[in-house]
């Protein structure tokens, strides 16, 4: 069984940052690439930033130059800092990772206030 907890998460206003965690518990085979999605009511879940094993990165068009991922594979953890925060950023933001499967935390809510 693997789980999932993101953390981080909550209200902040526009201009503001946060730093989102997320850390894999379980039997976990190698976890090769780790990655952020976001959602907001009516719209299909979204890709945000992802990181390979090897720390290669990759991210929305929306969030360069302002969210940067990283990760920390001794403790199968990934963190989302997300700066100079815009209304349109607010959503729920959902961690995953991909082994032989995928596997996604319950999601954790950000709102940007303007």
């Known amino acids: 069984q693997v789980q999932l907890v993101e953390s981080g998460g909550g209200l902040v206003q526009a201009g503001g940052s946060l730093r989102l965690s997320c850390k894999a518990s379980g039997t976990i085979a190698r976890i090769n690439v780790m990655g952020w999605y976001r959602q907001t009511p009516g719209k299909q879940r979204e890709l945000v930033a992802q990181i390979t094993r090897s720390d290669w990165t990759s991210y929305a068009d929306s969030v360069k130059g302002r969210f940067t991922i990283s990760r920390d594979n001794a403790m199968n953890t990934v963190h989302l800092q997300m700066n100079s925060l815009e209304p349109e950023d607010t959503a729920v933001y959902y961690c995953?990772?991909?082994?032989?499967?995928?596997?996604w935390g319950q999601g954790t809510q950000v709102t940007v206030s303007s």
């Open positions: 995953t990772i991909y082994t032989t499967m995928t596997y």
